[in-house]
């Protein structure tokens, strides 16, 4: 998803975007230590638009901080995820589940449920004397201009009527700061 002119690969972009909020507040509503996850299927070219989205916010919100999440994470209250909402064409649900999040250095986990179970590893390339992951800069993304290159080492994803894997291909990770 770092360039929304080029065309995917595939027939289509099948992507996850999973976030973990460890400190923050919505409109007075404290919402630290929640998980939301972007499930979304979108052309080739992905700024055709017509994206098809669903959205998982962690079962341990309540509902007022579900429909908080739900706001920004939807782009209807502004930030960064309000550019994604003129591409999307058709929301599948907004739904609450189990989310189980991990960040264990280079190396992070997502499971939702019995939905979406992903693993992923930052890419180090294997040359003698680099240790850092590869980013990439200057991006256009809601999460961050700076991503960092990963690979999906387990991807099973069955949500909103999608089901796609991605062991094998490509990922991002970064970390975010936002504020409206």
């Known amino acids: 998803m770092t360039s929304f002119a080029a065309p995917a690969t595939q027939d ?3 992507l996850v975007l999973a976030y973990h909020i460890q400190r923050g507040q919505i409109d007075g509503v404290d919402v630290s230590g929640h998980s939301v996850a972007v499930v979304a299927d979108a052309p080739a070219k992905m700024l055709d638009g017509n994206w098809r989205v669903g959205l ?19 782009g209807q209250m502004g930030g960064p995820m309000a550019s994604l909402a003129p591409l ?7 739904e609450q589940h189990p989310i189980e999040f991990r960040d264990d250095g280079r190396k992070h986990h997502l499971k939702i449920g019995n939905e979406i179970a992903i693993d992923v590893e930052e890419y180090v390339p294997a040359f003698e004397g680099l240790s850092e992951p590869t980013k990439v800069v200057g991006v256009f993304h809601p999460s961050n201009t700076t991503l960092t290159m990963a690979r999906p080492t387990a991807s099973r994803i069955k949500a909103f009527g ?3 894997h991605n062991s ?10 936002w504020s409206a």
């Open 56 to 74: 998982m916010i962690d079962d341990k919100a309540s509902k007022e901080q579900a429909d908080k999440l739900a706001g920004v994470f939807s």
């Open 12 to 14: 289509r972009c099948t």
């Open 88 to 94: 999307i064409g058709e929301v599948l649900g907004i």
């Open 168 to 177: 094998g291909k490509s990922a991002f990770s970064a970390s975010y700061r």
């Open 162 to 164: 999608m089901e796609f």
